[in-house]
């Protein structure tokens, strides 16, 4: 059993920075792939970054590419996503997933479907 615990969600002007953090209890090691996944009001949840093992096997979401950094700490069995520049856009409730499985294409899948574990979730809103 793994429980993913977020934080570091907040309000943010757009332009601004948040870092998020989650931090997995249990069976961590069986997580080959540890993802941030968003959903705001009316809209379907989607996958924003993920990461593998080690840190590697990295992918985002198009629309948060050179924007957003997510990295792990095996050590301390935490995930961060750096987020910058933010926009309107990126507001949601964000979710920390663990136990994700890899995609076709080598690397973590943001593929809400293939993640077992999921954490309570941290609001993010970023106003105009």
């Known amino acids: 059993q793994v429980q993913p615990v977020e934080s570091g969600g907040g309000s943010v002007q757009a332009g601004g920075s948040l870092t998020l953090s989650c931090t997995a209890s249990g069976a961590t090691g069986s997580t080959p792939c540890m993802g941030w996944l968003r959903q705001a009001p009316g809209r379907q949840r989607e996958g924003v970054a993920a990461a593998g093992t080690g840190g590697g096997s990295i992918a985002y979401v198009d629309s948060v590419k050179g924007r957003f950094t997510i990295s792990r700490d095996n050590a301390k069995n935490t995930n961060y996503l750096v987020m910058n520049s933010l926009n309107t856009e990126d507001s949601g409730m964000y979710y920390c997933?663990?136990?994700?499985?890899?995609?076709?294409?080598?690397?973590?899948?943001?593929?809400?479907?293939?993640?077992?574990?999921w954490g309570q979730g941290t609001q993010v809103t970023v106003s105009s």
């Open positions: 997933a663990a136990r994700g499985d890899y995609s076709s294409a080598g690397s973590c899948s943001l593929s809400p479907g293939k993640y077992y574990y």
